[in-house]
T-cell receptor, first 112, second 116 residues
Framework: KNQVEQSPQSLIILEGKNCTLQ??????????LRWYKQDTGRGPVSLTI?????NTKSNGRYTATLDADTKQSSLHITASQLSDSASYICVVSLGGYNKLIFGAGTRLAVHP | EPEVTQTPSHQVTQMGQEVILRCVPISNHLYFYWYRQILGQKVEFLVSFYNNEISEKSEIFDDQFSVERPDGSNFTLKIRSTKLEDSAMYFC??????????????FGSGTRLTVV
């Protein structure tokens, strides 16, 4: 079954600290992996997208990694800000099918 | 920056009633999608639409659901006879190319549907 699993479920960090979120997937055929940020009651907003051959992709303070052999990805957030408080969702595109498979997300809370 | 616009932002309807959720995709996009998110759960794919026809649909997208592009700008999701379990946030998305290669896959802000 095509699945995307994320950990931790939720995370609290202090402003200015770094954090790393994890994603494991069992999606086949794999096309690409995306990380989205979703604020409460809003639509997901794309942070990064990586294909099979890419190991890392950065977008400002966000850096995503992908290990296609172990089917794992991570999202590292550097120097967190209060506005980073949101859900971060790992999403895999199913190759050859025009749809995205979502993880449950990690709820990040950044406290002052 | 171009946006996907959804209306209404919140709709309350009685069980058994029909609802139409509306979306205006980004103007040069050719692929359109609906997803839903039940409160506290994952976002789930419902349907993709290209060239005036459904290209993929999930098992959730049964006969009570339909999609339409009635004119050059709108993309709608119709739920024929709503059930309590249809209460969810419904997201429209659009992309210029298929999700296999697209970096411009854009979601709207969603319509919160509450069935009472």
């Amino acid at each position: 079954k095509n699945q995307v699993e994320q950990s931790p479920q939720s995370l609290i960090i202090l402003e200015g600290k770094n954090c790393t979120l994890q994603c494991n997937y069992t999606v086949s055929p794999f096309s690409n992996l995306r990380w989205y940020k979703q604020d409460t009651g809003r639509g997901p907003v794309s942070l990064t997208i990586m294909t099979f051959s890419e190991n890392t992709k950065s977008n400002g303070r966000y850096t995503a990694t992908l290990d296609a052999d172990t089917k794992q990805s991570s999202l590292h957030i550097t120097a967190s800000q209060l506005s980073d408080s949101a859900s971060y969702i790992c999403v895999v595109s199913l190759g050859g099918y025009n749809k995205l498979i979502f993880g449950a997300g990690t709820r990040l809370a950044v406290h002052p | 920056e171009p946006e996907v616009t959804q209306t209404p932002s919140h709709q309350v309807t009685q069980m058994g009633q029909e609802v139409i959720l509306r979306c205006v995709p980004i103007s040069n996009h050719l692929y359109f999608y609906w997803y839903r998110q039940i409160l506290g759960q994952k976002v789930e794919f419902l349907v993709s639409f290209y060239n005036n026809e459904i290209s993929e649909k999930s098992e959730i997208f049964d006969d009570q659901f339909s999609v339409e592009r009635p004119d050059g700008s709108n993309f709608t999701l119709k739920i024929r006879s709503t059930k309590l379990e249809d209460s969810a946030m419904y997201f429209c998305a659009s992309s210029e190319v298929p999700s296999d290669s697209d970096n411009g896959y854009t979601f709207g802000s969603g319509t919160r549907l509450t069935v009472v």
